[in-house]
């Protein structure tokens, strides 16, 4: 079966909040925007958007039958439930992959889901809130712009930067090299993973191999030309050559699915040997997947020690490289601190939203707004402008840019206005990653080394839903394991509808700044003079403060 949103004005269901929702849903599985759309998963190694296709079933008739005062509960992709509520009520209500802690392990997991009790619902694939590579896409821009500025004076001009994985979000980085100007070797085990990198315009080129990879990258990074190149083969063979060859490299991360051991092929294991395996046998596999993450995270290292930038990309790989035995696996550390902390001090995070009606035109017009509303901000200007030119989108237009607190509301209010005039074309559906400011607890990633060791300290998630909940978003979403990885993160998603009527103004308006208010918050309760400076200069009222 073949899924993908309705376009257009004319509604299947009974508001714009819950066709929203169910657009959204379905969004999540058109075959342009998931990568495995016949097995329900839409990114992120298993992450899904629904248990089973009786509950995709289930769910898209509920969303389509759902009144205005009431609220459909979803509990691991399955719904389970719906009650009378109220019209400031979230229209769906999400739990997914949740365990009670001493049990928040992957063979357990899987043993549930097995029994088809639990899904893995990964970020914005069980929330309906996936829009395709672009979603991390900007994140990954700036996290590349962040290395250009820490170590290379601005651009990667003239560098090369290697690294594995060409899946959902792994898929993003080539293009966001190469908008900083850089060159880009990326491993990936797949070659159909990789040819469609090419096809959506994210890669520029798949080498036919390693040597011929090397004599384009090489060149291009001495011509100073931007240039992405895919090579086809295991990153825990490629990179450890590339050590052994010498190959200058000056940047190195990963985004191969490191989270899941089953998601990870080790070396010796054949593609075609992949999913049988990891079934039949998944402690073996996973046992062999560490024994591989070893020696991947130990050609990192040496490039590390040789000088390299080398950072985590957020997929738990230092994590499983030294249950693989590898005991330097920590030598480097993860994005979120090195890079990124700054920017969630000031609520910054992936804003992002998807135009309902199907129409380019309406996200082309979103932009412009977006650009009338910051025009001091060239980064974001910068941004705004290269997606417009080289962002294929995937299924449902759609646009992400990190905007902070004080911001987020802006834009949304202002397209809400849009909606009303008549200057978009339908309603447009505002969310977020769950990787955001204030909504995740995370330890080998977002909330690696806070600066009072509260990383593993999960109450802030559970409080950003409630509060976006009591805000008035028209989905709210609770999820462990996303990123990461079973047991090491537990984090809220919510998506609010702009549909041109005064009472989402009002929504619109709470939810946008109380949820990365959320992370100003957390940010100056772990000690973070940034946060603070934002706190006082915006006026968050935090009790304990001053
Ligand atoms: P995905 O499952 O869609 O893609 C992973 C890719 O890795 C696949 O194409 C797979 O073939 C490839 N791969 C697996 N083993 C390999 C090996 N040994 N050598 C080379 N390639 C191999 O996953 P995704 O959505 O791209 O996410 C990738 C990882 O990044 C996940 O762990 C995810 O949780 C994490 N992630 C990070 C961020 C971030 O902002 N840093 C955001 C989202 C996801």
New binding site residues.
């Given amino acids: 079966m073949v899924v993908r949103a309705d376009r257009g004005t004319e509604l299947t269901a009974k508001s714009w909040s819950t066709e929203a929702a169910l657009r959204m849903f379905h969004n999540n599985l058109d075959p342009d925007v998931a990568?495995r759309p016949e097995d329900l998963v839409v990114?992120?190694?298993t992450g899904k958007a629904a248990r089973d296709w009786p509950s995709f079933d289930a769910i898209s008739r509920e969303l389509a039958a759902l009144e205005s005062d009431e609220t459909l509960l979803v509990q691991s992709g399955r719904p389970v439930g719906v009650m009378r509520t109220h019209e400031w009520a979230p229209r769906v209500l999400i739990a997914n992959s949740n365990l009670v802690p001493d049990w928040a392990n992957w063979p357990e997991f899987r043993r549930l889901e097995a029994e088809g009790l639990t899904m893995y619902g990964q970020m914005t694939a069980g929330s309906w809130i996936y829009i395709g590579t672009q979603g991390?896409l900007q994140?990954t821009f700036e996290t590349f712009a962040a290395v250009a500025n820490k170590r290379f004076g601005g651009t990667l001009k003239g560098t090369l930067t290697v690294t594995?994985?060409?899946?959902?979000?792994?898929?993003a980085q080539p293009l966001a090299v190469t908008m900083n100007e850089g060159v880009a070797l990326c491993?990936?085990?797949?070659p159909h993973?990789a040819q469609r990198r090419v096809e959506t315009r994210y890669l520029d080129e798949v080498a036919a191999d390693l040597d011929a990879a090397l004599s384009r990258v090489l060149a291009a990074k001495a011509a100073g030309e931007a240039l992405s190149v895919g090579v086809v083969g295991?990153?825990?063979e490629i990179l450890p050559e590339l050590l052994r060859r010498g190959v200058a490299v000056d940047v190195v991360t990963d985004?191969?699915?490191?989270?899941d051991p089953l998601?990870?092929?080790p070396v010796g294991v054949s593609l075609e040997d992949w999913q049988t395996y990891a079934s039949t046998k998944p402690e073996e596999f996973t046992d062999r997947a560490r024994v591989?993450m070893a020696a991947h995270v130990e050609a990192m290292v040496g490039f590390m020690d040789r000088g390299a930038e080398v950072f985590d990309?957020?997929?738990?790989i230092r994590g499983e490289a030294q249950l693989g035995g590898y005991d330097r696996a920590f030598a480097f550390p993860g994005?979120v601190p090195a890079y990124i902390r700054p920017l969630f001090c000031e609520g910054k995070g992936p804003f992002r939203w998807a135009a309902l009606s199907g129409d380019p035109a309406d996200i082309a017009a979103t932009d412009r707004a977006i650009l009338e509303l910051f025009p001091e901000n060239e980064q974001l200007a910068r941004w705004i402008k290269m997606a417009g030119e080289r962002v294929e989108f995937q299924g449902l237009p759609a646009r992400i840019c990190w905007l902070g607190y004080g911001e987020r509301h802006l834009a949304g209010l202002k397209f809400n206005e849009m909606v009303a005039s008549g200057e978009l074309s339908a309603p447009i559906v505002i969310g977020r990653d769950h990787?955001d400011c204030g909504s995740v607890a995370s330890p080998y990633r977002e909330t690696e080394a806070m600066a009072d060791g509260s990383d593993a300290i999960a109450d802030w998630p559970l409080l950003n839903a409630l509060v976006n909940t009591a805000s008035g978003a028209t989905w709210v979403s609770i999820h462990h394991g996303g990123?990461?990885g079973i047991g090491r993160s537990i984090h809220a998603g919510q998506v609010t509808v702009a549909d041109g009527t005064p009472l989402a103004a009002q929504k619109i308006e709470r939810v946008l700044t109380n949820d990365p208010g959320m992370g100003v918050i957390r940010h100056v309760d772990a000690g973070y003079d940034e946060a603070r400076a934002v706190a006082s200069a915006k006026g968050v009222h935090i009790p304990m403060e001053g």
């Avoid at 594995?164 to 898929?171: E, F, I, K, R, S």
């Avoid at 990309?313 to 738990?316: H, L, P, Q, T």
Wanted: charged residues 10%; without cysteine; glycine residues 26%.
């Fill in positions: 990568e990114y992120g190694g991390i994140g594995a994985g060409l899946g959902g979000m792994g898929g491993i990936e085990v797949d993973r295991n990153a825990a985004q191969t699915s490191a989270h998601a990870y092929l591989s990309y957020g997929n738990s994005f990787l990123g990461v």
